[in-house]
């Protein structure tokens, strides 16, 4: 039941994230939830949140900053600025 809730809670950082920073017409709903996922990562480096707690408003809030994080980061690798 873990997976499934990283999962959709992946999902929806990642789709949100996209949103942020433009990129969602690129990304499809598995990309999405490979960013949310990886952004979460990201932010329990840069937060300290562990990737293993419960999902409350701050863990999703945290990930999807990371998320946000990720998308800057690859916008900056392939066009030469954060859009």
């Known amino acids: 039941m873990g997976i499934?809730?990283?999962l959709v809670v992946?999902?929806?950082c990642g789709w949100l994230a996209s949103m942020i920073m433009r990129t969602d017409g690129q990304q499809g709903i598995?990309?999405?939830i490979v960013v949310g996922i990886i952004g979460s990562v990201i932010a329990s480096f840069i937060f300290?949140?562990?990737i293993n707690q419960a999902i409350t408003i701050q863990t999703f809030l945290y990930s999807l900053i990371g998320a946000v994080i990720l998308l800057?980061?690859?916008n900056l690798v392939r066009r030469g600025s954060v859009r």
């Open 4 to 6: 499934i809730i990283w």
């Open 10 to 12: 992946g999902g929806i």
């Open 30 to 32: 598995l990309l999405n």
């Open 48 to 50: 300290g949140a562990g």
């Open 72 to 74: 800057a980061i690859v």
